[in-house]
Every structure is written in structure tokens, then in C-alpha cells.
């Protein structure tokens, strides 16, 4: 027999629950910028916290920044990883979203944990302007629904306020090329295509490694990049 819920526990479910229906909500609203219909799923926030757990120097805080942090799935993972002294810059796009995290900084369980310690831009990553410095960046923008020239803007920005030595971790999802070269029309794959060329080209000059992470909808590839020490 199951245990008795706990109150923090049906606290946990029901925010889960409004977390995934303001994301779809939002991807039926905006998908190009959203990018995706459900949150991403905790094995993934994990992978891409890896840096944020892994320390060179495990006495140095953090300075991290979470680019499309949406409704917090990844974040709460990345609070999770963090230690005292690190901060968080949580960047999102979206209004809506932007304002449901302050207001999950200010009164979930999990993400309160960093209140003190984490902000919440409602931005544009590449208008967070250049004096900035980061020694993990995580990603979940979505690549693939951009074109080559705004993927090649955000991936410089990214390494513009990277410190030599940090760490970028981005992800996408498994196979949606290859469904795109079947239902979607001819210019949107070609798009897609172009975009993926430029992650490539990034991960050939700079990657580290690469995961799959099946437990997700849908299932994700990420890729470990790292800015050299001297650049
Ligand atoms: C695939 S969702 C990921 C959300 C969340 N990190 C997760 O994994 O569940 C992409 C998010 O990036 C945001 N976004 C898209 N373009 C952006 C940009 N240029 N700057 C900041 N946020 C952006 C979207 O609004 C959306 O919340």
C-alpha cells in the first residue's frame, strides 16, 4: 500500500500540475519560442546540472545563469546542485513564465531554497548586455525552432560572458530531424538543418560531452561544452 501523502508532498504534485499547464498553455499560445509541450522531466535538469555539481574548485562559488528557464523544472534541479555563495541569474523571454518564477522563488518549497540568491530576468538572453560573467551557463533554449543566425548569436553571447574555463551544457530533442524531413515542409527542415549545423560547428570547436536522456518527453541529447582557459 502506498503511504499517506503528506501535505508537502500534494503541495509538490499540485504545483507539478500547474507548472505543466501553464507550459502548455504557453506552447499552444507561442510554440516557436516555447519549443516544447511539457516541462522538462528531473533526469534531465540533473544531466544539466553537471557542472553546477562538478566543481574544478569546490571551495569557489558559482556564478550560473539559466537561459529559458520556463516554469522552473530545470532550475529547481540546478538549486538542488548549488552550494552557499553561488548565484543564479534565471533569464526567460516569456512574461508569463517570468513572472510565475518570481513568484516560485518567493513561495515553492524547493525553489525558496535560492531566494535569497537567485533573480529572475524577464529578458531576452543576448539583451542581458556584456557585463556579466558566468561560470556555468544551462540552456534550454530551443535551437531547433530558430534560424542558423540567431543560434550563432545566442552561442557567441553565451561564450562572451562565459569565464575562460566555464562550462555551457545545452540540450534539444532526439529525432526531430528526422520526423521534420518527413511532415515538415521542405523550408522548415532545411531551417532546422542550418540551425543544427551551427550547434555542430560549437560542439566540434568547444564540446566535451554528449548524453541522451530517454527519460523525457520527448528524449533529449545534451551537449557539455567548455570555453578554454586562455581563449
Ligand atoms: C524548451 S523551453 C525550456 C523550459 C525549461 N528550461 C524546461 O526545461 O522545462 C524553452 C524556454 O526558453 C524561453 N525562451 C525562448 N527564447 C528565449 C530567449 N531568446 N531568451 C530567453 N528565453 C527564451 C521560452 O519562453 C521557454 O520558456
Known sequence: MAAPQTPLQSTGLDSRLRDAGLFLRQAFRTFRATGAVAPSSRALGHALARF??????????????????????????????????????????NPEFAGHLA??????????????????????????????????IVSGLPFANFTAEEVREILEY??????????????????TKQVKA???????YLRQARSSWV????????????????ANIPPAWIHHLRKPAAD
Open 52 to 93: 553546477v555539481d562538478e566543481r574544478e574548485d569546490p571551495g569557489a562559488p558559482l556564478s550560473i545563469m539559466e537561459g529559458g528557464a520556463g516554469t522552473g523544472a530545470v532550475s529547481r534541479v540546478i538549486v538542488e546542485h548549488m552550494r552557499k555563495g553561488d548565484t543564479l541569474d534565471l533569464v526567460e523571454s
Open 103 to 136: 513568484e516560485l522563488l518567493a513561495t515553492d518549497p524547493e525553489l525558496s531554497a535560492a531566494a535569497d540568491s537567485a533573480t529572475v530576468h524577464q529578458a531576452l538572453v543576448t539583451d542581458l548586455g556584456p557585463d556579466r560573467s558566468y561560470d556555468v
Open 158 to 175: 553565451y561564450f562572451s560572458v562565459l569565464r575562460p574555463g566555464g562550462h555551457l551544457s545545452l540540450f534539444g530533442y532526439l529525432y
Open 182 to 188: 518527413v511532415i515538415a515542409p521542405r523550408e522548415d
Open 199 to 214: 550547434v555542430e560547428e560549437w560542439v566540434n570547436r568547444y564540446g566535451i560531452g554528449t548524453e541522451r536522456v530517454m
